[in-house]
């Protein structure tokens, strides 16, 4: 019974040595792997070039320590004068848009929109009713395509002269009354160098409109048929378009300043697919330059 007795203990012996030597050659396994790893990592060395940034060098003043100092000095100098000066013209553009969107809410709150403006009404005409609300900066006349009547923007030198323009809706100027109403937009400004020069070039401003929303399919000639069996003839006309929009504008020069009266009522007639828009010119259509060709 001793001898029986004895087997489990023997057995339990054995499966312990049995477990021990199981955990034994894991945990070696797992060592030699650590150990695998350790001794590929201390063949490497560690100031090779390519475990360290080009821009860094060695100083030699300190073995075995890298500082922070770039390579090139100049290369570096150059670089920060770059960054130094890409930051200026940010912050140059940020104050730029700033000033641009102060100027343009300025020009806004000193702006009126002025609706149903009869046909024959001039922009002086239009601005000498609102001079005596203020100092009038600007006078644009638009046509409308949608209606036999036109829309301007009136603007002042002041604010004042805003307000005060405000109680002016409803008086008749023409043939039907005046809607005034606070601007939403800016009057977009023209280029000086287009500005009439003389009184002969106002002379032709007054007998040249503007013609904008024109087909790219329609040619010069089209056009220009087209302004002179509806109002007279046709002086000179100037017709632009680019790549970028998908309408041209012109620009019409009548013989007679009653053709340019007449012209501003073909705003929303179609020529062509699109409905055009017609409004007065702020400037004249001056001879083409040509340059003598060089031999």
């Known amino acids: 019974m001793a001898a029986v007795a004895d087997m489990p203990g023997e057995t339990a012996v054995a499966n312990g040595n049995n477990n021990l030597a199981v955990e034994t050659s894991k945990s070696e396994s797992k060592e030699f792997n650590v150990q695998k790893l350790v001794d590929m990592f201390t063949k490497l060395n560690p100031f ?17 320590d890298f500082d922070q100092v770039p390579a090139n000095k100049q290369g570096n100098a150059n670089y920060s004068n770059r960054r130094r000066r890409n930051n200026n013209n940010q912050a140059k553009r940020k104050l730029n848009g700033k000033a641009f969107r102060a100027q343009r809410d300025d020009s806004i709150r000193r702006t009126v929109y002025v609706s149903d403006i009869d046909q024959t009404i001039t922009e002086e005409q239009l601005a000498g009713l609102f001079s005596n609300c203020g100092q009038v900066f600007d006078c644009r006349v638009c046509g409308d395509p949608h209606s036999v009547l036109r829309f301007a923007f009136v603007e002042f030198a002041d ?18 009354p005046v809607r005034v109403l606070p601007s939403k937009t800016a009057i977009l400004p023209v280029n000086p160098t287009f500005l009439p020069r003389s009184e002969d070039e106002r002379e032709l401003c007054a007998r040249t409109v503007y013609c904008t929303n024109i087909d790219k399919k329609v040619s010069q000639a089209e056009v220009k048929n087209f302004f002179e069996s509806a109002c007279g003839e046709v002086t000179r006309l100037r017709l632009l378009g680019d790549n970028v929009h998908s309408t041209r504008i012109a620009f019409v020069e009548f013989a007679m300043a009653e053709s340019a009266i007449v012209a501003l009522n073909c705003s929303g007639l179609v020529l062509g697919t699109q409905p055009i828009r017609v409004s007065p010119s702020k400037t004249p259509v001056r001879p083409r330059v040509t340059r003598p060709t060089s031999r």
């Open 48 to 64: 090779a070039k390519e475990f360290f940034p080009s821009s860094y060098h060695h100083n030699p003043t300190k073995t075995g």
């Open 159 to 176: 604010e004042e002269g805003a307000r005060a323009a405000l109680n002016l809706g409803g008086t008749m100027l023409g043939f039907y």
